[in-house]
T-cell receptor, first 113, second 116 residues
Framework: QKEVEQDPGPLSVPEGAIVSLNCTYS??????FMWYRQYSRKGPELLMY????GNKEDGRFTAQVDKSSKYISLFIRDSQPSDSATYLC?????????????FGTGTRLTIIP | DAGVIQSPRHEVTEMGQEVTLRCKPI?????LFWYRQTMMRGLELLIY????????DSGMPEDRFSAKMPNASFSTLKIQPSEPRDSAVYFC??????????????FGDGTRLSIL
């Protein structure tokens, strides 16, 4: 069993819809939870991160972490065609800048104009 | 600012050949990471360096893989001999551990490797 599980999709939704992306994990020692966005033939780029349990909002994006359930989510409101990408969840034990990140396999998202 | 630069962008070679992937981290960054991405396994860490010293190479699949960081501005990942199952996209990422706040890992655009 992988440490981090993520539904690979693909997921297609109409423009303006609310998108929900999710990951589950097994290692209760994870402290930092990240969402990366990866456009086709590009490297992943950090979208946002959360420390421990709770919510974090950044514009149209909201990240939620429920450590008791080992479940994290990313919500995208008012989705735009430019949001079409693969979204990867990632986790780390402590300082995510200079230590190992454990990634989910990614969910491919398409926003239909 | 230039980001993480990887070369080559694409590599196609025959089984058994030596493959060398190159990475130039962002100037001033002191941590460097090599990841491999496949459809089945996703993005997996192979090895990472801090201040040019290998810290964790537990993700290196086998002895055919080796990585070096001779100085702060250059790293290589070598596969010898290469096998078809090594076909994947290989990413290099760098980060800075300066200060108390978390600094994200910045990824290059990867090397798409195909072993025939």
């Amino acid at each position: 069993q992988k440490e981090v599980e993520q539904d690979p999709g693909p997921l297609s939704v109409p423009e303006g819809a609310i998108v929900s992306l999710n990951c589950t994990y097994s290692n209760s020692a994870f402290q930092y939870f990240m969402w990366y966005r990866q456009y086709s033939r590009k490297g992943p780029e950090l979208l946002m991160y959360t420390y421990s349990s709770g919510n974090k909002e950044d514009g149209r994006f909201t990240a939620q972490v429920d450590k008791s359930s080992k479940y994290i989510s990313l919500f995208i409101r008012d989705s735009q065609p430019s949001d079409s990408a693969t979204y990867l969840c990632a986790m780390s034990l402590s300082n995510f800048g200079n230590e190992k990140l454990t990634f989910g396999t990614g969910t491919r998202l398409t926003i239909i104009p | 600012d230039a980001g993480v630069i990887q070369s080559p962008r694409h590599e196609v070679t025959e089984m058994g050949q030596e493959v060398t992937l190159r990475c130039k981290p962002i100037s001033g960054h002191n941590s460097l990471f090599w990841y491999r991405q496949t459809m089945m396994r996703g993005l997996e860490l192979l090895i990472y360096f801090n201040n040019n010293v290998p810290i964790d190479d537990s993700g290196m699949p086998e002895d055919r893989f080796s990585a070096k960081m001779p100085n702060a501005s250059f790293s290589t990942l070598k596969i010898q001999p290469s096998e078809p199952r090594d076909s994947a996209v290989y990413f290099c990422a760098s980060s800075s551990d300066g200060g108390a706040s978390n600094q994200p890992q910045h990824f290059g655009d990867g090397t798409r490797l195909s072993i025939l």
